[in-house]
Nanobody, 121 residues
């Protein structure tokens, strides 16, 4: 599985961005996908994931971020609203063939390149 992430950029606090992650290759019929982020000097952390019709978010983004998917396009989106400076990070999409919610990076064998999100105050 190959993943291509896009949509990052520079935005002011309170603004919005939408990240996209397009999957190709051996995607199968029920690819579980997630978004993670890594700020400078910090460990990569879970942001959101989707498996089938189920979504899950880390507490710090609940109510602000929405993960969704367009199955026909094999693409997952992360709509980010009310952005804060602490949301600034490199965002990575990840995928796995196993169904269910997964927040641990070790459970995702496939990773896309990162896309930078910078939120100015």
């Amino acid at each position: 599985v190959q993943l291509q992430a896009s949509g990052g950029g520079l935005v002011q606090a309170g603004g919005s961005l939408r990240l996209s992650c397009a999957a190709s290759g051996d995607t199968g019929s029920n690819l579980g996908m997630g978004w993670f982020r890594q700020a400078s000097g910090k460990e990569r952390e879970f942001v959101a994931c989707i498996s089938g019709g189920t979504t899950y978010y880390t507490d710090s983004v609940k109510g602000r971020y929405t993960i969704s998917r367009h199955s026909a396009k094999n693409t997952v989106y992360l709509q980010m609203n009310s952005l804060k400076p602490e949301d600034s990070a490199t965002y990575y999409c990840a995928a796995r063939h196993t169904a269910g919610i997964a927040t641990n990076t070790k459970l995702y064998p496939y990773w896309g390149q990162g896309t930078q999100v910078t939120v100015s105050s």
